[in-house]
């Protein structure tokens, strides 16, 4: 029989996977403020110190599942902004999709917002970190339609970030939140709105 030898990286690796899955999922069940590391660890059958060997304090568990949640964001933005059809129809279904995403974590799912909030209020680096990622795929779609003749030529940097600001209300969980009773503009009025500011004039 042969055995096969799993290195050590990896088992550690997907240990910290179910942590923060499990983090996750009390969360949503019981809230973020109210998830201890004891929780965690009893719903893994194992002892919190268990839980430190990979992480040195809940904060850094937040902070994994927060970067975790975003990460399902960007790479859905990502796929979208690298696929197929027109650079118009590309950043719609880009900033929807965001909008979809988000809306189904943080507006359905309170407790979750709460997770947000102290994000936010206490500026953790993965905000900033998401917002250029975003950035940054909404840059590639607004440059591939520069470079097509789609777009008017520009500065697709400049352009990706007015975009973006234009269309923060449907991407940001708390203003998503604050903006929930007025529902216009809504994303695709906006997302138009965008678009004859880039289109290359007739």
Request: glycine content about 4%; proline content about 3%.
């Amino acid at each position: 029989m042969i055995r096969v030898t799993i290195p050590s990286s990896e088992r550690e690796g997907a240990q910290r996977c179910k942590i923060i899955a499990t983090a996750e999922k009390l969360f949503r069940e019981i809230g973020y403020q109210k998830t201890t590391v004891a929780d965690i660890a009893r719903a893994l059958g194992m002892s919190p110190a268990n839980i430190y060997r990979f992480f040195t304090a809940k904060s850094e568990i937040n902070q994994a599942v927060a970067r975790q949640m975003m990460s399902e964001v960007e790479e859905a933005a990502r796929e979208i902004a690298l696929g197929s059809g027109s650079a118009a129809e590309r950043l719609r279904a880009l900033v929807m999709t965001i909008e979809t995403m988000n809306a189904a974590r943080y507006l359905s799912d309170r407790k979750l917002h709460d997770m947000v909030e102290a994000a936010l209020n206490e500026n953790w680096p993965i905000i900033a970190e998401h917002i250029d990622h975003i950035d940054l795929t909404i840059e590639i779609v607004i440059a591939s339609g520069m470079k097509s003749g789609e777009f008017a030529a520009g500065d697709a940097k400049l352009a990706a970030r007015l975009a973006h600001t234009a269309c923060v209300r449907y991407c940001h969980p708390r203003l998503m939140v604050e903006c929930a009773e007025r529902p216009e503009p809504s994303s695709a009025q906006m997302v138009d709105f965008c678009l004859r500011a880039l289109r290359k004039p007739a």
